[in-house]
């Protein structure tokens, strides 16, 4: 698993990506932004089990670093899949449509006289 450095920023902007380094999401998490700088986070995993972290989502006990493999880490962003269609235009050349969509469209374009294909893309 390419688990990605944790950054509050964007943890915040997506709580779902937060996971522990082996990859197991956090039953809970929570940024208290007015506590201490060391445990401004707090996080319970599956045990129940409650820990703080700094805002860079690592662990350390009572300011110290910690020899504990429990620091936090972001999934990395999923790709997301589209398709463009391609027509041809009066003079016989190729051009996209000015729309991506979130679906495969090219079966109900096909009967189209100027449809040419459907070309898909990840963002």
């Not at 999401?25 to 995993?45: C, E, G, N, T, V």
């Not at 009066?90 to 006289?113: H, M, N, Q, R």
């Amino acid at each position: 698993m390419n688990l990605l450095p944790f950054n509050l920023e964007e943890a915040l902007k997506d709580p779902s990506r937060v996971v522990f380094n082996n990859g197991t999401a956090p039953l809970q998490w929570h940024y208290f932004d007015k506590r201490p700088s060391r445990d401004k986070i707090l996080a319970i995993d599956k045990y129940s089990t409650v820990r703080s972290y700094g805002e860079d989502g690592r662990f350390s006990p009572d300011g110290r670093p910690s020899s504990v493999t429990s620091d936090l880490f972001l999934l990395p962003i999923p790709e997301k899949r589209y398709w463009a269609n391609v027509y041809m235009d009066s003079d016989g050349k190729p051009f996209i449509g000015s729309k991506a969509f979130e679906v495969d469209l090219s079966d109900e374009l096909k009967t189209s006289s100027n449809y040419i294909k459907t070309i898909s893309f990840t963002i």
